[in-house]
């Protein structure tokens, strides 16, 4: 399986707004400059989120998006299916019905192995646990930017 850009930018987009956000609504431009991901784009991502409650959108002067939920509440299964749809590889995993083969194909096992794989790393996974990461990632590579620390990539001390 292979995830869209749907998926993708909307996934980056919540990290972004879990990052950036206190109390007060973030700007769609903003996030849209730091993920790189045009401004239309990323509206047209923010609908489907909206709609499953996800986030809400303030319009005005000071208005944007902000998480309706708190990150360690959302998981990415609800987020994909949000913006993906459901999540398996092939369509008779989603309806055996279509296919005259699924009691008898083993190949269908598998995708259905796969798809109970993929389901369970996303709704094992909050957007708090990307946020943890992301700050992980950034203090690693701040360190190694520094470089006289001592320090390496999962900051253990080197041995001198």
Same mark, same amino acid.
């Not at 399986?1 to 109390?23: F, I, Q, V």
């Given at each position: 399986?292979?995830?869209?850009?749907?998926?993708?930018?909307?996934?980056?987009?919540?990290?972004?707004?879990?990052?950036?956000?206190? %109390?007060s609504? *973030?700007?769609?431009?903003?996030? @849209?400059?730091?993920?790189?991901?045009?401004?239309?784009y990323? %509206?047209?991502? =923010?609908?489907?989120?909206?709609?499953?409650?996800?986030?809400?959108?303030?319009?005005? @002067?000071?208005?944007?998006?902000?998480?309706?939920?708190?990150?360690?509440?959302?998981?990415?299964? %609800? =987020?994909?299916?949000?913006?993906?749809?459901?999540?398996? $590889?092939?369509?008779?995993?989603?309806h055996?019905?279509?296919? $005259?083969?699924?009691?008898?194909?083993?190949?269908?096992?598998?995708?259905?192995?796969?798809?109970?794989?993929?389901?369970? *790393?996303?709704?094992?996974?909050?957007?708090?646990?990307? *946020?943890e990461?992301?700050?992980?990632?950034? @203090?690693?590579?701040?360190? %190694? @930017?520094?470089?006289?620390e001592?320090?390496t990539?999962?900051?253990?001390?080197?041995?001198?």
């Open positions: 399986m292979k995830l869209s850009t749907r998926g993708r930018y909307g996934t980056r987009a919540l990290l972004d707004l879990a990052l950036h956000s206190d %109390e609504p *973030v700007p769609l431009k903003d996030i @849209a400059r730091r993920q790189q991901i045009s401004l239309p990323l %509206e047209h991502l =923010v609908m489907p989120l909206v709609s499953g409650e996800i986030i809400r959108s303030t319009r005005g @002067a000071h208005g944007g998006i902000s998480l309706l939920k708190p990150p360690e509440k959302i998981r990415l299964s %609800e =987020v994909i299916r949000l913006l993906e749809g459901p999540i398996a $590889p092939v369509e008779c995993v989603i055996p019905d279509i296919c $005259p083969r699924v009691g008898s194909c083993a190949t269908c096992d598998i995708w259905e192995e796969i798809k109970k794989a993929i389901y369970g *790393v996303l709704e094992g996974t909050t957007l708090q646990e990307l *946020v990461r992301q700050r992980q990632k950034e @203090a690693s590579r701040n360190g %190694e @930017a520094l470089g006289s001592g320090t990539r999962c900051d253990q001390p080197k041995d001198t």
